[in-house]
């Protein structure tokens, strides 16, 4: 499980979503968008 963080084709704004990897089935699934005020996003 992984958050990954990134600007949109379409878009201005960074935006976060949940990542799950199943190792068994190589299966990989996007969750939906996590809003800056659930986590909040900054550049180190």
Do not use: F, W
């Amino acid at each position: 499980m992984a958050l990954v963080s990134g600007k949109p084709k379409a878009g201005d704004a960074t935006v976060t979503q949940i990542c799950v990897y199943n190792k068994q089935t190589k299966a990989v699934e996007l969750g939906g968008e996590i809003g800056a005020q659930v986590i909040p996003v900054s550049k180190p």
